[in-house]
């Protein structure tokens, strides 16, 4: 049975040290910043090394060319901003720049969805990731948690593209062990049951097994994939899935429109049809609160992914 | 600075250069000649000499390299690169065609010789940055240059490249603003004014330069300058003509980009190649 508990310590300083560790073993490893290094944790990367650190002040257009221009001498670079700005800002640079110039190179997007709470609808990603799917080649990477992120560090490293990974910068909820392994396009199955599949992934991950707790106590099985990469997509699971159980929930910190639940669709379409039902932002804005007021706001919480569960099975 | 057999063979190496340029617009029947001929000195001076490059090791870590980030002007620098032997110069009918290696705008990954894919303007400044920052990392040398259009200067991105370059002391990155005066809807004056471009990147904190943009030698010269004072970025301002060397295009008011008789871009061709025989040179 997977359990869930806060993380004793941020998913940024994960992220600043698993960087670190990294870029001492490894040259090439540089990172970047547009004024948010106190934010995102790379302070510490530019503590350990500073010459391979570059603050480019509020200017995310140039920072994420400059990581690709850094790429093209064989770097790997970092850069961060906060996910709205390390998406729709950035887009044509990461789209040109990065991905069409066969870039090697890691776009961190933080504060996903309702966790940039006290910052608000305007630094609320629901579009980052949808923003940034139709990018050939790139991948795209929601981490759940500290053990997740360390364990795709390898192959972020030794697999060349463009990456967006898409995390929390604060205490976020462990689901995983520690030595588990972690496959880059291949989902995590968490728990299985027959009556529905959740795919979700993030936040909705934790929510998404406590709904699955929730139903189990009302003789409703489920079944819970983390679906960290939404590209590429791991079609396999979806179908096998989609055919065991006739019935899909997707549960995201994103909107559904060009999201999780999106991809989902059309992998489905695809392979194995069934009815899927996108639990996650209908099509909104963001607004400000704490992340907790947010999770009731938005519909995110497990007794609302166990609702639309209910109801999806009852279709 | 290089003695005038030098400067000479510069010339000589701008007039093939537009030579084989002009072929491969009169191949397709239109073009963005008028930026491909205002830049196409300053590519005759950087590929004609001032680069540290070698045509057999396209991937030579060490190389200097160079950003179009007015990838328009992709066919002048084809050119330059075939005539150096990067690949066929028979190749340069290709331009455009389906299946191509040599598409409208820069791709590094198509084209053997090019450093950076580019072709949505204002990106360059920071991908040179980017690659200036590197080649100073590796302590190799190394110089970036980097092509820009005064209508590309409307773009955000260059002014925000423009305060971090300065700011890094990047003195192995060495800019061009190819000044002609014109972008695609008309003069720049007309459609958002540039303004004093030297003072706004001198108060940005660059060094600035100004040459005649079709004197390929004294542009040679500015270059070895600056690389000779050990400052930088400098920024070297290119006072141009749109379509110079092609005599209709620069004729026309609007000739971002044109198209054009077969006829009337061979009788182009035809006076470039009697303007290099005029040097002493011969068609490649």
């Known amino acids: ?212 707790d929730i139903l189990e106590s009302e003789g409703i099985k489920v079944t819970v994939i983390d679906m960290h990469t939404w590209k590429p997509i791991d079609e396999d699971i979806v179908a096998k899935y989609a055919k065991e159980t006739g019935v899909i929930i997707t549960a995201e910190n994103h909107n559904v429109v060009g999201g999780l639940g999106a991809a989902v669709c059309e992998a489905v379409c695809k392979l194995s049809p069934c009815r899927v039902i996108r639990h996650g932002i209908q099509d909104e804005f963001g607004e400000v609160g704490t992340e907790s007021y947010l999770k009731t706001r938005f519909k995110l919480n497990a007794a609302d992914v166990a609702e639309t569960v209910r109801k999806a099975i009852k279709l | 600075m290089p003695e005038k057999t030098e400067h000479l063979r510069l010339r000589r190496f701008a007039e093939t250069i537009r030579l084989e340029t002009l072929k491969e617009f009169a191949e397709l029947g239109f073009g963005h000649v008028g930026g ?111 092509a820009v259009g005064d209508g590309e200067l409307n773009e955000g991105q260059i002014w925000e490249g423009a305060q971090f370059a300065p700011f890094q002391k990047l003195t192995n990155l060495i800019a061009f603003v190819d000044v002609n005066g014109k972008q695609l809807d008309g003069p720049t004056e007309e459609i958002l004014d540039p303004l004093d471009i030297g003072a706004k990147f001198a108060a940005f904190g660059w060094l600035v330069k100004e040459v005649d943009g079709h004197d390929v030698a004294a542009i040679y010269d500015a270059v070895t300058e600056a690389k000779q004072s050990g400052k930088g970025p400098y920024v070297i301002l290119l006072k141009t003509v749109k379509g110079n060397g092609c005599d209709f295009v620069a004729e026309m008011a609007s000739n971002h980009h044109v198209q054009f008789d077969k006829e009337k871009m061979l009788a182009e061709v035809e006076k470039t190649q009697k303007r290099l025989e005029a040097l002493g040179g011969e068609s490649a």
């Open chain 1, 1 to 212: 049975m997977r359990t869930y508990q806060d993380e004793p310590v941020m998913l940024r300083e994960t992220l600043a040290k698993t960087m670190i560790e990294y870029a001492g073993k490894d040259t090439r490893i540089v990172a970047l910043d547009a004024d948010l290094a106190s934010s995102s944790g790379f302070g510490a990367f530019q503590k350990a090394f500073p010459d391979r650190f570059f603050n480019c002040g509020v200017a995310e257009a140039n920072m994420v060319g400059i990581a690709a221009g850094l790429s093209s001498t064989g770097r790997i670079p970092f850069a961060h901003s906060f996910g709205t700005f390390a998406s729709r800002r950035v887009c044509d640079q990461i789209f040109l720049s990065g991905a069409y110039s066969g870039a090697h190179m890691v776009i961190v997007g933080s504060d996903p969805g309702v966790t940039a709470a006290y910052n608000g609808g305007t630094h609320m990603p629901f579009e980052d990731m949808g923003v940034l799917r139709s990018i050939p080649g790139i991948k795209l990477i929601e981490v759940t948690d500290s053990a997740m992120l360390r364990g795709v560090f390898d192959e972020i490293i030794s697999s060349p593209a463009v990456y967006y990974l898409r995390l929390k910068r604060k205490v976020t909820t462990a689901v995983y062990g520690e030595g588990e392994k972690f496959k880059i396009g291949r989902a995590n199955v968490l728990r299985e049951g027959k009556d529905a599949a959740v795919i979700c992934s993030g936040i909705m991950v934790a929510e998404s097994l406590k709904a699955a």
């Open chain 2, 36 to 146: 491909a001929m205002s830049i196409l000195e300053t590519i005759a001076a950087l590929y004609g000499g001032l680069m540290k490059i070698d045509p057999k090791r396209p991937d030579w870590k060490e190389r200097d390299r160079f950003v179009m980030s007015k990838g328009h002007a992709g066919p002048t620098l084809y050119a330059t690169l075939a005539l150096l032997g990067y690949f066929p110069i028979e190749e340069l009918k290709t331009l455009n065609k389906g299946g191509t290696n040599l598409p409208s705008h820069c791709d590094m990954h198509k084209t053997k010789g090019v450093d950076m894919t580019t072709g949505s303007l204002g990106q360059g400044i920071s991908t040179a940055i980017g690659i200036a920052l590197g080649q100073r990392m590796d302590g190799s040398g190394a110089y970036t240059y980097l």
